[in-house]
């Protein structure tokens, strides 16, 4: 396996040289308006996927989608991208639970699929309109049947069973970087979730359920309280990493800065893991930081639609992939 992922771990590296230099993220996050960011984007890998009646969203999705089959045919080992792509798959099942349950046309909810999983959304939506997603994708199909059922159910439960099936499938996979990118994915889902469960047991947001799932570094009597549960936090990366997020969480309970630095510390993992080019890493890192620098650009363009202002923006945009030196 390790010489086989030698051309695509160079390759993939040399494509995300291609992606948005420091200097193009500074111009769009200063810039003033809709058309001015359209004409930043002309001199970027976006560009072609630019032309006439695209919008910036559109223009996205198109590179996007684009970029996930160059994966494909880059990956020498299917299941390492079935891996790492697994969460569209969950994330495109929600959209079709819950369109159903509002009675929206299949167009309307396809519309809000993403063409990046494992399973193109319109094969997923005909095996749930036949009630047979269960003996094809167990595991979805369970997922389904809940979300259906329960119109109220809790949003997190989505991601919940994603981490749980994307540990199963790294329990029966040979390779070291894909466990340990799942088993960081579920610690970071770990914490974060716990930290809003003990600032709001009594929370019925849809987005909290204080379940925790297994497969990480850590345990659920390790996480019991608030204060054990913020050292291992520290422990997890370094206090030096979370600092800044801590100290605003303390005060305020706000999350958005802990969500920020959650993200930093897995491009800051990936960048580091993506120097070894003989293993699917440079792979992944890739496909992160074509969603990073995809939805920076989305934010942007939001912004100007919205009328948020420059300082608001930059307080709110992620680091990039790209900013972490090795």
């Known amino acids: ?34 058309t001015e960011v359209r004409t930043i984007l002309t001199d970027t890998v976006l560009a072609p996927f630019l032309g006439e009646g695209n919008d910036i969203k559109v223009a996205t999705q198109l590179f996007l989608e684009d970029q996930v089959a160059l994966l494909r045919r880059l990956a020498p080992d299917e299941t390492a991208l079935a891996i790492l792509l697994l969460r569209n798959d ?6 079709i639970a819950i369109g159903k349950l509002a009675n929206e046309s299949d167009e309307v909810l396809l519309g809000r699929c993403r063409n990046l999983g494992t399973i193109a959304p319109a094969r997923l939506l005909q095996l749930a309109h036949t009630n047979t997603l269960r003996f094809t994708y167990p595991e979805l199909g369970a997922l389904y049947r809940t979300i259906t059922e329960s119109p109220n159910f809790s949003h997190a439960h989505v991601d919940e069973a994603m981490l749980t099936h994307l540990h199963a499938l790294v329990a029966v996979y040979p390779d070291s970087f894909v466990a340990r990118y799942v088993a960081v994915l579920i610690d970071l889902y770990n914490l974060t979730m716990r930290l809003r469960v003990l600032i709001d047991p009594d929370s019925d947001a849809l987005s909290v359920t204080g379940e925790f799932v297994v497969g990480g570094s850590m345990t659920n009597a390790g996480l019991a309280s608030l204060e054990s549960t913020l050292i291992r936090l520290d422990r997890f990366g370094g206090a030096n990493h979370w600092r800044e997020a801590r100290e605003t969480f303390e005060k305020t309970h706000d999350f958005s800065a802990l969500d920020r630095a959650r993200d930093n510390y897995l491009h800051r993992f990936l960048k580091t893991e993506s120097i070894e080019i003989h293993s699917p890493a ?41 900013d972490y030196a090795y």
């Open 1 to 34: 396996m390790d010489s086989a992922y030698l051309y695509s771990g160079t390759y993939t590296s040399v494509l995300a040289n291609r992606l948005l230099t420091e200097a193009q993220r500074e111009l769009l996050l200063s810039s003033s308006s809709l």
């Open 282 to 322: 440079p792979l992944f890192a890739y496909y992160h930081a074509l969603t990073e620098h995809m939805q920076f650009i989305e934010a942007v363009s939001t912004a100007h639609a919205v009328g948020l202002d420059n300082n608001a923006l930059r307080a709110i945009t992620r680091h990039s992939l790209l």
């Open 90 to 95: 969950y994330y495109n099942l929600k959209q």
